[in-house]
């Protein structure tokens, strides 16, 4: 049976990790603090995925790469990395670094044949386009540049935009919920499921075990992601998927036994 | 233990060397000449990306006749993965028809939009062969990582191991020195380093 997956975010700006909260970036601490408070080859082994996001102000994709390819030494899970990719040298750079898949924001809207050339050279499983979605007057506006320009589409619109586009998934975030910890937005999460064919992984609002079940349990729903560094603090991601596993959720069990020399 | 990684451009190969550096297997070589694949002991032919762009690579560069002395008359062992898999069967449908290298009986389709989400992206479980020695020690159902589009089935045994996503396909296959597997070992967390470590040792 296909599993569902857990990921967890990073938030990454100048050198350092960040927590956001509705999409206001705070300093957390830099990759030596991500070593010491998640010991991070320990921790991958409760994850499905790691995805790094690099965020406002972050220009420099060279330091990001070499970020990337320090981090994901000796953690042997898929890696998608994505924040202000505009080129193929940009992609090109991520791949090379570590990355398996990218993840794409503004460029879906920016640039759509440049999209289409990644795509084409890298396949559409290699793509997550990430949608950040604010609820506005009983309705989804979309927002591109790390929440800071709203874009004309409507929700159901840009999702068919986006397949027809070719890409591999879908990253939905909800900007309202986004770090407060309440929990996943289950209505936007409602409103793209029933229109989309991709693989649909949720973000925002996740503090707690109990919220990544719920997600879990959420039928049609591929992946359930958390960027929230404070509450999954230490042992947390790996006390929670032991207990996700215990409660018969449908995640990767792996027999630890398969492989000793660790 | 010398393993050299077949280089026709394609595919992301950082996390197969850092996976084999983790094995303790050092001496890993990203070549496409016929002299270096010589040295091998094992040979990797990774894959992302679409078949008929890489098999034309791959023909262009002359390394289908570099791998046939080295796999088919040497018989060094050879390691398909994801898309690499894919390129040792007869043939893909992935942008039209493109023949591969025929080393095994497998055909390459596409998954149906409207039965499944497409691609198969995350863990899914293995029906694992008991007779492979590149599944030894690895429980069956078994969690690995999938990334694909396109799956291949056989007419024939060839030894495979079979996933289900929208219907049974190949998720292994190992015939002689010749093996593949469609998700990614590398990615697969410990069930993943027990196959590439089976892979090293035991061929």
Redesign the interface.
């Known amino acids: 049976?296909?599993?569902?997956?857990i990921i967890f975010a990073l938030i990454y700006s100048d050198g350092n990790f960040m927590q956001s909260r509705n999409f206001r970036l705070q300093k957390v601490g830099n990759l030596h603090w991500l070593e010491k408070n998640y010991k991070f080859q320990n921790i991958a082994?409760a994850l499905?995925e790691l995805m790094l996001n690099a965020s406002k102000g972050e220009k420099n994709m060279l330091e990001f790469a070499s970020t990337i390819?320090k981090l994901?030494?000796?953690v042997?899970?898929?890696?998608a990395a994505g924040g202000g990719i505009r080129t193929m040298e940009d992609a090109d750079l991520l791949?090379?670094?570590?990355?398996?898949?990218i993840v794409l924001n503004s460029l879906l809207v920016e640039n759509p044949d440049m999209v289409k050339e990644i795509i084409?050279?890298?396949?559409?499983?290699?793509v997550v386009a990430c949608i950040d979605c604010k609820l506005r007057d009983d309705n989804y506006e979309i927002f591109i540049k790390d929440g800071s320009l709203k874009i004309d589409y409507e929700l159901k619109e840009y999702v068919a935009y986006l397949e027809l586009l070719g890409v591999?998934?879908i990253y939905l975030n909800s900007i309202d919920k986004d770090g407060t910890g309440f929990g996943y937005d289950q209505s936007l999460i409602d409103t793209v499921n029933r229109i989309t064919?991709?693989?649909l992984i949720i973000a925002g609002g996740a503090g707690n075990e109990s919220h990544l079940a719920q997600g879990l349990k959420i039928e049609?729903v591929?992946?359930v992601a958390t960027a929230n560094l404070f509450n999954f603090i230490g042992n947390g991601l790996p006390n929670a998927r032991r207990q996700l596993i215990a409660d018969n959720e449908n995640?990767?069990?792996?027999?630890?036994n398969?492989?000793s020399?660790? | 233990m010398k393993v050299v990684i077949v280089d026709y451009g394609m595919g992301?190969i950082?996390?197969i060397v850092?996976?084999l550096n983790?094995?303790n297997v050092h001496d890993v070589t990203v070549s496409d000449s016929l002299q270096t694949f010589e040295s091998a002991d094992r040979i990797i032919l990774p894959g992302?990306?679409?078949f008929g762009e890489a098999i034309s690579q791959i023909r262009s560069k002359k390394l289908d006749d570099y791998l046939q002395t080295v796999v088919i008359d040497q018989k060094k062992p050879l390691l398909g993965i994801c898309l690499g898999m894919q390129l040792l069967g007869l043939s893909s449908s992935e942008h039209g028809y493109n023949t591969g290298l025929a080393y095994v009986n497998g055909v390459v389709t596409k998954f149906e939009?409207?039965a499944v989400?497409?691609?198969?992206?995350?863990?899914?479980?293995i029906k694992v062969n008991t007779n492979s020695k590149l599944f030894e020690?690895?429980?069956d159902r078994?969690?690995f990582?999938f990334?694909?589009?396109y799956r291949m089935h056989s007419e024939e045994d060839i030894n495979q191991s079979l996933c289900?996503?929208q219907d049974d396909f190949v998720a292994g296959f190992e015939v002689g020195n010749i093996c593949g597997v469609q998700f990614?070992p590398?990615?697969?967390?410990?069930?993943?380093?027990?196959l590439l470590?089976n892979f090293i040792d035991n061929f």
């Not at chain 2, 590398?186 to 027990?194: A, V």
């Open positions: 049976m296909l599993r569902k997956r082994f499905d390819s994901v030494n000796d042997f899970i898929p890696i791949f090379k670094s570590g990355a398996d898949k084409k050279n890298y396949g559409s499983q290699s591999g998934e064919s991709l693989p049609n591929s992946a995640i990767a069990n792996w027999n630890f398969n492989y020399n660790t | 992301n950082r996390s850092s996976t983790y094995l992302v990306g679409n939009n409207n989400k497409v691609p198969h992206v995350g863990f899914n479980q020690g690895i429980s078994a969690d990582y990334t694909h589009s289900n996503y990614h590398e990615l697969s967390q410990f069930n993943g380093l027990r470590k």
